[in-house]
């Protein structure tokens, strides 16, 4: 109830009270008009507010109608034609005949065809695909079909998820007509295939390890142990294998996080020179374990912009192969060139990588040689991690390589107020 009608009441629940308990009849007799008066105030005051409230709300009612009629006017029509075409599912209605009597943009985009090709067609003359076919004709008998799998060969293979309803009547004869809906579920079903494939691979590359691991124990349990020489061996091999499945589950763990997106940069001008440096001592033993030389050609005034901590990683990976994939007393050399971009090279006297295996080679767990990377304790996961932190540097990471010469890495990064 408003608030001014509790008022009302609760004003002439007093004056009625007051009435009674007056004893004068003339004070009586005016308070009685007085009340009457209020009576008659009231049921007016309630009977104004009842109509403007409702003229309001018929108002309100007529605004919004403006407001519908005042702008532009879109035919129902228009809308729906509007929805079709901008509509990312491709959309086929097709009568009794199988005949196309609707479809949209999508549609066509779908089957190849360009604007006119697809009305009064029949969905054999569109497709030969059996799937497509039969999920419509089960729709033309009443049923819907969901979730129907669709591989289209067109310049690229393209999955989609087709759904067909039955249009019309659907008793005893059937329906008048179907319609389907065409998701394109493409993107999704390719990252699941990597999906696996990544589970897969990381199960793989971890059994071997674990094998080797288990298998070392056990021949310590039956009775190795007994001999100092052979334990030692045995327990080195197994510190051997569980330093490279903690390597595997780090790097894995870094590149799930680079490319969830969970690695902030923090970029800034960073002093190339120093920074170089500091990747050559973190190295040092290992390039003269192998007999490898490492040479800083950065001259002292170059500076980029990145991020210290992840350009110190990219440089460091890089470097490691060199030195792992190079020949007996080789060289590693990392160098600043610049142009519109700065570009930070590391190039190595190696072997070299057959052509065959460039393009792949920044995949994850891709190997030229599966056997020796393992032997010298790689993930398989390094380049890959170079390739998304470059990338998150707005940059790229590139190689070439020459048999027998060696191979050069470059960082190529972009000149951001340095
Ligand atoms: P890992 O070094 O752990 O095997 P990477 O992702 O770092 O994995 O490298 C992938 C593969 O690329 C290596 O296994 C190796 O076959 C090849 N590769 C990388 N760097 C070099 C290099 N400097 N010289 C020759 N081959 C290389």
């Known amino acids: 109830m408003p608030k001014r009608n509790i008022l009302l009441l609760t004003a002439c629940a007093v004056l009625v009270s007051t009435f009674l308990i007056i004893p004068s009849s003339t004070t009586r007799f005016y308070l009685a008009v007085s009340i009457g008066l209020a009576a008659v105030a009231w049921l007016l005051v309630a009977f104004m507010s009842r ?92 049923i819907q079909r969901d979730s129907v799998k669709v591989e289209i060969h ?32 493409t993107r999704t079903e390719r990252l699941e295939l990597v999906r696996q494939e990544f589970l897969s691979n990381v199960s793989h590359e971890l059994r071997t390890p674990l094998t080797a691991v288990m298998a070392f124990v056990e021949t310590l349990e039956n009775g190795a142990m007994e001999d100092r020489e052979s334990s030692q061996r045995f327990l080195s091999i197994i510190r051997k294998n569980a330093s490279r499945m903690h390597s595997l589950i780090d790097d894995i763990l870094e590149l799930t996080a680079i490319e969830g997106g969970n690695v902030q940069l923090r970029s800034a001008t960073v002093e190339l020179h120093p920074l170089v440096n500091d990747v050559i001592a973190s190295l040092g033993a290992k390039a003269q374990a192998h007999g490898i030389t490492l040479t800083n050609q950065v001259r002292a005034d ?9 350009l110190e990683q990219m440089l460091t990976n890089l470097v490691d192969n060199g030195i792992k994939f190079n020949r007996e007393n080789g060289s590693v050399t990392i160098r600043y060139e610049g142009n519109s971009r700065d570009r930070l090279v590391v190039e190595d006297t190696g072997e070299g990588i057959p052509s065959q295996h460039l393009e792949r080679l920044f995949e994850r767990f891709y ?12 993930t398989g996961l390094g380049l890959a991690i170079v390739k998304h932190l470059a990338l998150l540097h707005g940059g790229e990471v590139t190689v070439t390589s020459e048999l027998g010469k060696g191979t050069a890495f470059t960082i190529h990064l972009p000149r951001v107020a340095v």
């Not at 969905?123 to 497509?132: D, F, G, K, V």
């Not at 170059?302 to 992840?310: K, L, N, P, S, W």
């Open 367 to 378: 190997r030229v040689d599966r056997a020796r990377s393992r032997d010298l304790g790689g």
């Open 302 to 310: 170059i500076r980029v912009y990145g991020d210290t901590r992840r």
């Open 154 to 185: 067109g310049p690229e293979r393209q999955i989609y998820d087709l759904r067909v309803l039955p249009l019309g009547h659907t008793n005893g004869n059937g329906a008048d007509g179907a319609l389907g809906v065409f998701f394109n579920i």
């Open 51 to 142: 109509r403007s409230g409702t003229s309001q709300e018929s108002s309100g009612a007529n605004v919004a109608g403006e407001k519908q009629t005042a702008g532009p006017v879109f035919p129902v029509s228009d809308l729906f034609e509007a929805t079709l075409e901008s509509m990312r599912e491709g959309l086929l209605v097709v009568n009794s005949d199988m005949r196309v009597v609707a479809s949209n943009k999508a549609a066509l985009k779908l089957f190849n065809l360009s604007p006119p090709q697809l009305e009064s067609q029949r969905l054999t003359e569109l497709t030969r695909n059996p799937a497509i076919y039969s999920a419509f004709l089960d729709a033309l008998k009443g």
